[in-house]
Each structure stands twice: as C-alpha cells, then as structure tokens.
C-alpha cells in the first residue's frame, strides 16, 4: 500500500509498504516470481524557499531465506539552487546491513552537480564518500571508500 499527505504547500508526507514484490524471470510459467522480501520507505519533503529543497527518507527491506537479511537506510538530502536549470544535491545517510549474522554501519556523504544541458554540450559531477562505522566487509575488492563520477559530452 501507499499512503500520502500534503499538510501544506510546503510538507509532504509518503510511506510505502510492499511485500513480495514480483522479480521478472524468465523460465516460469507467469514470467515471474515473488521475492521473499519486505519493504518499508517512509519519506518527507520540504520546500518553503524555491530555492532550497529538503527531502528525508527512512528504507529497510527485510529479507527471511538469504544471507543479506536486513538493510536499513536513513537519508537526508539538500537541494540548493533548486529552482535554476543547474541544481547542487548535498546528500547524507546511514546505512545499516545484517548479512549472515554480522551487523555493518557506515555513513555516506555526497554532493552531485547536473548543469543545464545547453545545445552543444551537457556535463555532470558528483563525489560521493563511505565511511565505516563497524563491520566493514573484508577481502571485497569491488568495495571502494570513494566514488566520483562526471560526465561531459560535446555535439559537433
């Protein structure tokens, strides 16, 4: 189910609720199955200035017959220059997992840039940051602290 409220032209108010949710397979009779899954998202959103947005969002998926059993994500996110072609999101979250018994905490950090795309050339950035709280999975070469990313194509 979802539920929303919009106490205002500022605040707005959202939770989701979905269990097993359909996984497109091919092979199966209906051409899916049902994931063994749980998944809770509340959200809220707050824009009094034009310029500012700020959006706070709470996930957890709980799974019961796999090894990652629990994930937990707290996000806070900011968005400045909101009302120009060219916005800045500054974003921070907590993230909790349970895999296989182990609990793991880490915070994240970012800040991602899209300009407007003009008529010759579009360009993106973002820089985004791990910390590990505790548990930090080990041997997992694919797992990296820092991410960056930035895009810029040109028409001639």
Known sequence: ????YRANNFLSVEHKLVTNPLQDRGGVL??????DERRSTWGAKYQNDPRMKFDLSWN????DNVRDELRREARFNATILADSPS???????LQQWKRNGQSSLAHSYGISFFQRPGPNQTMSFSLEHLQWGQGRP??????????????YSVRF
């Open 1 to 4: 189910y979802s539920l929303s």
């Open 30 to 35: 209906l051409g899916s199955v049902p994931l």
């Open 60 to 63: 957890e998926i709980k799974r």
């Open 87 to 93: 916005p800045i999101d500054l974003t921070y979250s």
């Open 138 to 151: 080990e041997n997992n070469p694919f797992l990296r602290d820092w991410k960056m990313r930035f895009d």
